[in-house]
């Protein structure tokens, strides 16, 4: 659950947060139309367009983007934009391209660690060096397409090529085929440049683990000159097999897939450095235990390779660096968790020109950047704290070595809201680039001169521009507007506000956000609540941002939404986060039932009608939840619930809730099983019966259990689905049911 799936959480939503001026609900419509949740998820999206991927082409000339289309809002296409001219340019049409050719198994897979299983078309692009040209994979081939519109295809293959890239320099593309990295110049065929191993070692992908949960998609990188490639070799075979049943709407199909579940072996990971042809290959020496991770690998900008490295129990983070030619490494630094807590992983770092490092740490309890300048000997000698304070930097977006600044996402004027901000390499004031209001993310071309700033509200669907660097918006990419033409305009009318607050717990001190969005009130009614939770780490739900169609829809049906971020929920800092420590299903379980406390205080809620509904880690606190205090909820849906912790993956699991092996005690207190027959409200389960995920052996044991002890509840699954339960056609089935079971159960909205 790279985030115990807080993304996943948030596809079953069906409301991306994505790149986000206008001001905002201008559209002229004056009669207000209830939204249907047919509606929600038919094309042309509510969202309006919903681009992403978008980059700037190295020179800065171009920004290209995958850009979805008006009649599938799941189809994207790769246009350009030229700066110079101000021309939009579709470079590759998916449709004419697209072979229909069912993907392979492993890249199906690794659409799903990335979280676009869902997308179809075009999903990922990589911009050539000269700024002339953009590799562009398709139905498990590649294609190099040109500015000029000629698009040539480099693989016409069976096989998938998987984790496709152009080197550095451009003189190379390089790709995954049958479990073997495979490397040709351009204009020549490609060849396989490690051995064939066998079924269980894999060359140049990342393994399960580094995929799902440590945000690492790839397991080859390219030195910047082309003269040397990193490569991931992953040994298999001491993961055990977990076999999971795809049960499909025509039949089933049995994968015995690796899974490497709490206190369990890990796959055993090594590093090699190689020539384009493989020759030269030496190995890295990442130390004689090998029960470890490989967290990150990078090349600086002088040809010095990188590599992080995390202890098993993931609290030493160490930076190794490597002599590319002996694989001999060194410490370079290391980062020590707080006691009861943990590493968490970032990719907010940047190795500069002059061979010094922008590093992200949470050293002083919350997440800030540190410039970190080395001695002759490749010894930290001087670091810098380029930020402070009860805040947290979110996202490294850039830096300006030529002006001297390093560019940023974080929470400095309100956790609610992500801006963009800058700050001297050589420390001092922090400026804010964006605009209040809004929550903003933010990406930069290499040379850190031109800012592409995606922003959104609770009023304003997502919305992209380029800035300079001083924030100035040059140009729009999205702007996204709420007029008339815009999709959501027949619903603007009724769309209802976002109010938002806060509340104390436990010893008073401690402030949980909340946000609610209330159907138009009439005096004396009170109404039934769809309380929406995730609670888990890695992940912050409460924000200024849009949270779109779906919202409203439900909504209009004559539910107040209520979401509260619990503690150990994200970007509060390490003591806010600390509490899930060896204790999942404690914490934060207590935080939302205040939150439903606080909503049975208001004479406009009706106490007996708050339901909940979560996914995936959501899920798991649904259940934990109903069984905590029976009678406090009227019903719930747990969605893809996690209910026994030793069934999830080593590395998100272990990270909060430590070994089994060694504090079994903390993961039966966790396990959502024991207590399945406290269970006495109405509950909803729902699972897709493919999900490689959270196994579908996670509800199969609350079935069981539940079954056992005479406990009714009522399931709903989904055949030939994995984690991700959503689509055109099948979402609006899912939320039908949400509410016929809600209605079935009387919770409904006042007369």
Do not use: C
Not at 68 to 75: F, G, P, Q, S, Y
Not at 229 to 243: C, F, H, K
Not at 325 to 347: K, M, P, Q, R
Not at 700 to 715: H, K, R, V
């Amino acid at each position: 659950m790279r985030h115990l799936l807080a993304a996943a959480a948030i596809l079953a939503l069906a409301t991306p947060l994505a790149a986000q001026e206008s001001d905002g609900m201008t559209t002229q419509a004056t009669q207000a139309t209830d939204l249907s949740l047919e509606r929600v998820f038919a094309s042309p999206g509510l969202n309006g367009p919903s681009p992403r991927g978008a980059k700037l082409s190295p020179d800065g000339r171009y920004l290209t983007l995958l850009r979805n289309r008006e009649d599938d809002k799941d189809r994207y296409d790769l246009w350009g934009y030229d700066r110079e001219t101000g021309e939009w340019t579709m470079l590759v049409d998916s449709e004419k391209l697209s072979s229909g050719r069912e993907l392979s198994e492993d890249e199906k897979m690794q659409r799903e660690r990335a979280r676009v299983g869902n997308l179809k078309g075009i999903i990922s692009y990589q911009w050539n060096a000269d700024s002339k040209g953009v590799l562009v994979p398709l139905d498990g081939d590649l294609y190099l397409a040109k500015l000029d519109g000629i698009v040539t295809r480099l693989t016409d293959t069976e096989e998938s090529e998987l984790n496709p890239k152009l080197s550095e320099e451009g003189k190379y593309v390089s790709f995954v085929r049958d479990r073997q990295l495979w490397t040709g110049e351009i204009g020549k065929d490609a060849q396989p440049i490690t051995p064939k191993e066998g079924e269980l070692i894999r060359w140049g992908e990342a393994e399960f683990v580094a995929q799902e949960e440590m945000g690492r998609l790839t397991g080859y990188w390219w030195s910047p000159d082309d003269s040397r490639i990193a490569v991931q070799r992953t040994d298999e075979s001491p993961v055990g097999l977990v076999t999971r049943a795809a049960i499909g709407a025509t039949g089933t199909k049995v994968y015995d897939q690796r899974y490497p579940v709490a206190g369990s072996d890990n796959a055993i990971v090594e590093l090699f450095v190689m020539d384009p042809d493989g020759g030269n290959r030496v190995k890295v020496d990442l130390g004689d235990n090998t029960d470890i991770y490989l967290a990150r690998v990078d090349w600086a900008p002088d040809g010095t390779l990188y590599v992080q490295r995390e202890n098993r129990e993931q609290t030493v983070l160490d930076l190794l660096r490597v002599d590319s030619a002996t694989g001999e490494t060194s410490l370079v630094l290391s980062e020590h968790a707080a006691d009861d807590y943990w590493i968490n992983l970032t990719d907010n770092y940047r190795f500069l020109d002059d061979g010094s490092l922008i590093w992200w740490s949470e050293r002083d309890g919350h997440g800030h950047l540190y410039h970190i300048v080395f001695d002759e000997k490749g010894v930290p000698a001087e670091t810098t704290q380029l930020t402070s304070g009860d805040w947290v930097v979110t996202k490294l977006v850039g830096v300006n070595e030529d002006s001297g600044e390093v560019f940023f996402d974080g929470t400095k004027d309100t956790v609610l809201e992500e801006q963009v901000y800058a700050v001297p390499l050589a420390g001092g004031a922090v400026r804010r680039l964006s605009e209040l209001g809004y929550t903003n993310g933010a990406s930069m071309d290499g040379e850190g001169t031109t800012l592409l700033i995606g922003r959104s509200s609770h009023d304003q669907p997502p919305q992209s521009y380029l800035a300079d660097t001083q924030g100035k918006r040059l140009t729009w990419i999205e702007e996204n507007a709420l007029d008339t033409n815009h999709p959501y305009a027949p619903y603007v009318a009724g769309h209802e506000p976002a109010k938002f607050g806060t509340i104390k717990v436990d010893d008073g001190k401690v402030d949980l956000h909340w946000k609610m969005v209330t159907p138009k009130l009439e005096p004396g009614k009170r109404y039934p609540v769809f309380f929406y939770h995730y609670g888990g780490p890695h992940a912050q739900v409460v924000s200024h941002g849009w949270e779109g169609a779906l919202q409203q829809a439900v909504v209009d049906k004559g539910y107040i939404w209520f979401e509260i971020d619990n503690r150990g929920s994200a970007n509060r800092g390490v003591a806010f986060e600390q509490p899930l420590y060896h204790a999942m299903g404690g914490v934060e379980v207590r935080d939302q039932k205040a939150g439903a406390e606080y909503l049975k205080s208001l004479d406009f809620v009706d106490p007996d009608k708050i339901a909940l509904y979560g996914w995936s880690y959501g899920g798991y606190m649904t259940l934990k939840q109903l069984e905590a205090d029976p009678g406090l909820y009227a019903a719930g849906i747990a969605g893809a619930p996690v209910t026994k912790w030793e069934l999830y993956d080593t590395h998100y699991t272990e990270r909060y809730m430590g070994d089994p092996r060694k504090v079994p005690e903390a993961y039966e207190a966790a396990s959502a099983i024991p207590d399945a027959n406290d269970i006495a409200d109405p509950l909803l389960l729902v699972h897709g019966m493919a999900d490689d995920n959270v196994v579908f052996e996670n509800s199969s044991a609350l079935i069981a259990a539940m079954q056992e002890g005479n406990t009714p509840f009522e399931m709903m699954l989904y055949p030939g689905y994995t984690h991700r339960v959503a689509g055109e056609n099948i979402s609006p089935h899912l939320w039908n049911t949400i509410f016929r079971f809600l209605e079935s159960h009387g919770v409904t909205p006042p007369e």
